[in-house]
């Protein structure tokens, strides 16, 4: 008996989308349909795996985890509107403790990439801002990829444009978890 394995050709690469899934109803779709449904499906595999990788070299060239990322991003859109920054607006946005807040803003600081300031208005309440080394370092590593980004996005035709972010949201409803996920 031949081994399916052995029958596909070396240079073939390696498929993460079934055509005939159990889960999807294909019967209104022709055989085109499918096959682009699957390159869209790898194209979108494709890029999250690029953006995956891009995240995790800013996070070796910064020396930095997830959620210290998640909080620099956060505290430089807010800087850029002038908007004052708690460690509680911190806790929020990463979806950790107060005591883990605490610890991240102390890494933070002691590594240079954070300062702790007085409140403009409370000076009973302690504001985190962004050093301006950071700031530029972010600004000329992700900032450029956000730039390369938004450039791609331009290049479209508007048509496109309004195609993509339906599809994009349609995709963001249908992750929403369900079932047992929920």
């Known amino acids: 008996m031949p081994d399916p394995k052995r029958d596909v ?7 993460y989308f079934s055509r005939d899934s159990d889960l999807v109803d294909r019967s209104d779709l022709t055989e085109a349909d499918i096959d682009q449904c699957v390159r869209v499906m790898e194209a979108l595999r494709g890029w ?3 953006a995956r990788t891009l995240s995790e070299a800013s996070k ?3 020396k930095l985890n997830e959620s210290d990322m998640r909080a620099i991003r956060m505290i430089i859109r807010a800087q850029q509107q002038d908007r004052a920054v708690t460690p509680k607006d911190i806790a929020r946005e990463v979806g950790i403790s107060s005591a883990s807040t605490t610890k991240l803003v102390d890494r933070l600081v002691a590594g240079g990439h954070l300062v702790r300031t007085q409140h ?3 000076r009973r309440t302690v504001c985190i801002e962004v050093t301006e080394t950071t700031r530029i370092s972010a600004h ?3 900032g450029r990829q956000h ?3 938004f450039a791609a996005a331009a290049a479209m035709p508007p048509a ?3 195609a993509v972010i339906r599809f994009l949201t349609a995709l963001s409803e249908a992750d929403e978890p369900q079932g047992e996920l929920a």
């Open 9 to 15: 050709p070396q240079d073939a690469g390696m498929r």
């Open 48 to 50: 999250q795996e690029a």
């Open 60 to 62: 070796r060239y910064m």
């Open 120 to 122: 403009p208005s409370d």
């Open 140 to 142: 000329e590593t992700i």
């Open 147 to 149: 730039a390369r980004r």
């Open 160 to 162: 496109d444009r309004e």
